[in-house]
């Protein structure tokens, strides 16, 4: 007795310390978790990652900074332009003129600044220098010349005599070396097409136009995205509200199913019951897998936005009330666009417009009749030293006036009409698109108020009918305990009570849903 009574103490024993070993566990696991809670994640925190973090945010946030900075571009064609150009040219063609040097020398130096204003003058101050260095015809310095002397040997006759005289053709021939110089004003101002700056006016319009045509685009990216991004948000802490919902609902059916499982082992219930009871819970782990599968997929597209890679979420979401969707959110929402309904799609509509109009009237400056008025006026020097000659360009001892006008006009007029009416037809189909989107957008603003209120009424339901199944299958269990009712009727109160939760839940994420397609209304991103 004794040999056998030792075995069975000692495995007494051991599961004794068995049990106090997991204890002891669990409680230092319990201390660990409470030492160290789990990271709310708000909703700020959240999309103030999604801005930081999301590649299509920082495309679109670079984008509109190239916009801010590009916003000056058209400025670019009115600021002054400093110009410079030097030359050598060496010239030894024949000439049927027998004066004319056999070989001419320039070195040329010219410099100015240029300058386009918005009323569409053209202006230009210049200077110009240019060192000539000749090489002159090859000429006798004097040249025979005949001439009739009286004869001292015979009075009353004369004899030839030839004298050497200078050269005349010596003086005709021009400088070896001297330099010219000018200093000159250009101006040019348009009449009729270009005429006070319109051209330059209309591609100004059009590349600013162009420029916020695709800063709101870029805004209106952002702006669904970060209403995306809240949207995941909120789906996905009803999601992990919907897996609690399931888990609790689970452990109220395994007690149940264990309820069952005692009264038919102790011959006080049917087994009927317990299969039953069994069979929901099965269901119900089925739910419950089908709930971590969605909360799951929402996980990583709620990490896919902030960039970040898996299906892991480093923290707990705050739980969203139904009284927060019944009242605040409703406030927060009319206030959206309380004077008139405004999406950014649609100011993207009113530019397109706007650009096809510019369109319009720059292919009618570009093919309007050109009448320039143009002037030139020159102060001009030569002179054998380059010192003398730069004096002298600035002096009005020799000045140049030209004043002139030139006139040129397309012929084919039928080529140009066509055109046009093409952009024309463009902008009445960018004005038809621009009403249709705004007429879109006030039936869609109307439609999701008028959503709104009743998801909201459908909540309240919701949420009212979520009690009193709750208050209902409560009564069914005391019922249940003191053998007033079956465990079938219990089993199906419990799963009202689950389907008014999981309803409750569906509401909300309709809320939610309507909440984020209102957030793509107003100005700002």
């Known amino acids: 007795m004794k040999s056998q009574g030792r075995p069975a103490l000692a495995r007494s024993v051991i599961s004794v310390a068995r049990n106090s070993l997991i204890i002891w566990i669990v409680l230092l696991d319990s201390q660990a978790r409470a030492e160290t809670p789990t990271r709310t994640i708000s909703i700020d925190e959240y999309l103030d990652s999604v801005r930081a973090a999301n590649g299509t945010m920082k495309i679109a946030a670079t984008t509109i900074e190239a916009g801010e900075l590009r916003s000056t571009t058209p400025d670019m064609a009115y600021t002054p332009q400093f110009f410079t150009q030097a030359s050598h040219t060496v010239d030894s063609k024949p000439s049927v003129n027998p004066l004319a040097p056999d070989r001419i020398e320039a070195t040329n130096i010219s410099t100015g600044v240029q300058k386009l204003w918005e ?32 004869n001292p040997a015979v009075p009353g006759s004369t004899v030839t005599q030839i004298v050497n005289v200078p050269n005349p053709t010596k003086s005709l021939l021009p400088q070896s070396e001297y330099t010219e110089a000018r200093t000159q004003i250009d101006l040019v101002q348009p009449l009729l097409k270009g005429g006070g700056g319109r051209d330059l006016g209309l591609v100004r319009d059009s590349t600013l136009t162009k420029i ?11 702006k669904s995205l970060l209403a995306q991004a809240e949207y995941i948000y909120w789906q996905l802490a009803l999601a992990q509200e919907a897996v609690r919902t399931q888990e609790g609902s ?56 902030r960039g970040i890679g898996g299906d892991k979420v480093d923290g707990e979401l705050v739980p969203l009330s139904s009284k927060a969707l019944t009242f605040v959110y409703l406030d927060e929402a009319s206030q959206t666009a309380i004077e008139s309904v405004k999406r950014l799609d649609v100011e993207i509509a009113k530019q397109a417009e706007k650009l096809a109009q510019i369109d319009i009237e720059q292919s009618r400056e570009k093919y309007r009749a050109q009448l320039d008025v143009f002037g030139t006026a020159a102060f001009n020097a030569l002179d054998r030293t380059s010192e003398q000659a730069l004096v002298g360009a600035v002096q009005n001892k020799h000045p140049t006036y030209i ?80 053998g007033r009712t079956t465990t079938y009727q219990v089993l199906m109160f419990e799963q009202d009570y689950a389907s008014a939760q999981l309803n409750s839940i569906k509401s909300k994420a309709e809320i939610l849903g309507i909440l984020a397609r209102l957030k793509s209304f107003g100005d700002a991103s």
């Open 119 to 150: 009323s569409g003058l053209q202006s230009q101050v210049s200077f110009n220098i240019t060192r000539f260095n000749l090489n002159e015809p090859t000429f006798a310095n004097t040249i025979p010349v005949p001439l009739a002397l009286p």
């Open 212 to 222: 916020t045509i695709q800063q709101l685009s870029e805004r209106y990216k952002v």
């Open 250 to 305: 689970i452990e109220r059916f395994r007690k149940l199913r264990d309820w069952a499982k005692g009264r038919a082992s102790s011959q006080l219930g049917d087994k009927a019951d317990l299969l039953q009871a069994d069979s929901g819970l099965k269901v119900k782990y089925y739910e419950l897998e089908q709930a971590k599968k969605d909360c799951s997929s929402l996980q990583r597209i709620f990490n896919t936005l």
């Open 403 to 482: 004043v002139g006008v030139k006139f040129s006009t397309p012929l084919d007029q039928d080529i140009i009409n066509r055109d046009r009416e093409g952009l024309i037809k463009t902008g009445e189909a960018a004005k038809l698109d621009k009403d249709v989107r705004e007429f879109n957008a006030r039936q869609d603003w109307d439609d999701l108020q008028t959503q709104l209120r009743d998801s909201q009424v459908r909540l309240k339901l919701a949420g009212d009918i979520e009690e009193a199944q709750k208050e209902k299958l409560a009564y069914e269990r005391q019922r249940l305990s003191s």
